[in-house]
């Protein structure tokens, strides 16, 4: 069983910068991908970005291309997203996912992941 814990969500003005973590584990954690999804209220939960856990290619999603940053560290099985410049349109909870059989061509549809995280709220207003 694989268990996901996000953390580092907060309240912060627009312009800020947030950095979220992902804690994975499981006796068999092994992921394709590894990737980090948002819902804001009444709206569908959204790609934000991916990486694949063995390469290391990310992928963004364009709102937040230059201005958010995934990375992994293999040997603690942690996820991270860097979030600088933050607007009132990165407002919602942010979510983070594994899969350890995912394709590239599904990485970027939440519905394709089978481990998922509770959310860590992320709320940018001034």
């Known amino acids: 069983q694989v268990q996901l814990v996000e953390s580092g969500g907060g309240f912060v003005q627009p312009g800020d910068s947030l950095r979220l973590s992902c804690a994975a584990s499981g006796r068999t954690f092994s992921p394709r991908a590894m990737g980090w999804f948002r819902q804001a209220p009444g709206k569908e939960r959204e790609f934000v970005a991916v990486i694949r856990w063995s390469a290391g290619n990310t992928y963004y999603a364009d709102s937040v291309k230059g201005r958010f940053t995934i990375s992994r560290d293999k040997s603690k099985n942690t996820l991270t997203l860097q979030m600088n410049t933050l607007t009132p349109e990165d407002t919602g909870v942010y979510y983070c996912?594994?899969?350890?059989?995912?394709?590239?061509?599904?990485?970027?549809?939440?519905?394709?992941?089978?481990?998922w995280g509770q959310g860590t709220q992320v709320t940018v207003s001034s």
């Open positions: 996912a594994a899969d350890p059989s995912i394709i590239l061509s599904s990485m970027f549809e939440p519905r394709h992941y089978r481990y």
